[in-house]
């Protein structure tokens, strides 16, 4: 067991529980959606100058980095901070962004997905370099836009901001357990051609959406067939999204685009995921082109105006559970108290589909809330969690060997 002073942690983080959970609340008040995360990461920059953090500003994407620490080693704590829309505001009964606190829970939009961790991860480093836990440590507060391109933006940090951590942590929502890993995803987009004409001469037209019915069918019906691994789980695929280009809704479509999410598991790649949807397709109607099924690439600028091209394929990844982070992680568990569970798994994609998918550097997953809660009107996470959380972030460098 290691000789961390838990108890000194305990009263610092006790000192400034009221502070977390108010810093938590202002930064959930401010909208972050669409990637637009200027204002949200000038509240965090605000907090991290306030405690003595040696640098803060915003990259060229404009995500917030946060500097304290000049050790050798560099440790670095990912969360993202902008956030989904909030659909339909006939569906919330309180203000998403103001939210609301019941039963010691606290609902607001981003509070689980994935504000919920910046503030005791900030507080939680400060704590650490107060305590002398940061010792030999470069460690960075990465606050930044995941929603619409998972892994963008830590790929832009180490490319063409030259920031390449040791090791990562990563505050999505885990239960406050320890997460080693998830599926992957390709991002496919299928394109059917047809030709226009007048509904009442439909037979002068071309349907594209007709063209195109049978592979959305045998998407329906390709699960079974995909890949499965004894941790990460079996592979899924869904048809997410359709749009149509029509003259008139009485005219004949000319033009269909439909979206796949592919979750790969262990085994697969991008380009058997690409093929198996491309066998659903009249191999015809692929020879001529009426068909294309291709891999989807992101290029939309930030709010800033950066650009940072990369394909929309994500790989699984998973840590060995014995890999000394993930060893450190249980360990910070155990210390702070915590029910003692094996490291487990998200359903769904972070940022550690670049961290560790693609760039090999050693991640882990540890965040307050419940992702089963994202994205939904009971976006939420307890208090209690928020503040066992800045325990936990507070210990870890001292416990990563």
């Not at 009485?250 to 058997?272: C, M, Q, S």
Request: aromatic share 8%; with cysteine.
């Amino acid at each position: 067991m290691s000789s961390v002073d838990i108890a000194a942690v305990q009263q610092q983080v006790g000192e400034q529980s009221e502070t977390i959970v108010r810093f938590l609340r202002e930064l959930c008040a401010i909208p972050s959606m669409d990637s637009k995360i200027g204002p949200v990461g000038e509240r965090a920059q605000e907090e991290m100058r306030k405690l003595g953090f040696d640098e803060v500003w915003f990259d060229s994407m404009g995500n917030t980095v946060g500097r304290i620490g000049n050790g050798p080693r560099i440790l670095l704590y990912d969360s993202h901070i902008d956030t989904v829309g909030i659909g339909n505001p006939e569906e919330w009964d309180w203000d998403p962004f103001i939210g609301k606190v019941e039963k010691g829970r606290f609902y607001a939009r981003g509070a689980c997905d994935e504000k919920g961790s910046t503030p005791p991860m900030i507080y939680g480093l400060a704590i650490a370099r107060q305590l002398g836990l940061l010792d030999g440590w470069t460690a960075y507060y990465f606050g930044n836009m995941e929603e619409w391109c998972d892994g963008i933006a830590p790929h832009a940090l180490v490319e063409h901001e030259g920031i390449r951590p040791d090791f990562v942590v990563i505050g999505e929502p885990t239960k406050m357990q320890v997460y080693r890993g998830h599926k992957g995803r390709v991002e496919i987009e299928v394109i059917s051609r047809g030709r226009s004409a007048h509904a009442a001469s439909n037979h002068l037209g071309d349907n594209a959406i007709y063209k195109v019915l049978p592979l959305i069918e045998g998407v329906s019906k390709l699960e079974p067939e995909l890949g499965d691994d004894p941790f990460l789980g079996h592979g899924k695929i869904t048809v997410s999204d359709m749009s149509i280009s029509t003259p008139s809704i009485n005219a004949v479509p000319d033009l269909a685009k439909v979206y796949i999410d592919r979750r790969v598991t262990f085994g697969e790649t991008a380009e058997g995921a690409i093929a198996q949807v491309r066998a659903l397709a009249s191999q015809e109607l692929l020879d001529k082109g009426d068909i294309t099924v291709e891999m989807m690439k992101y290029a939309d600028p930030s709010y800033t105006g950066f650009v940072f091209p990369v394909d929309k394929y994500f790989p699984a990844w998973a840590m060995d559970e014995s890999h000394p982070l993930v060893q450190a992680g249980l360990e910070a568990t155990q210390i702070i108290g915590l029910p003692q569970h094996p490291a487990g798994k998200w359903n769904f994609s972070t940022n550690g589909i670049y961290w560790m998918g693609k760039a090999g550097i050693p991640s882990i997953g540890f965040g307050p809330g419940e992702e089963e809660t994202a994205h939904t009107t009971q976006d939420s996470v307890l208090l209690a969690d928020v503040i066992k959380a800045t325990e936990f972030y507070a210990i870890l460098p001292a416990l990563i060997r």
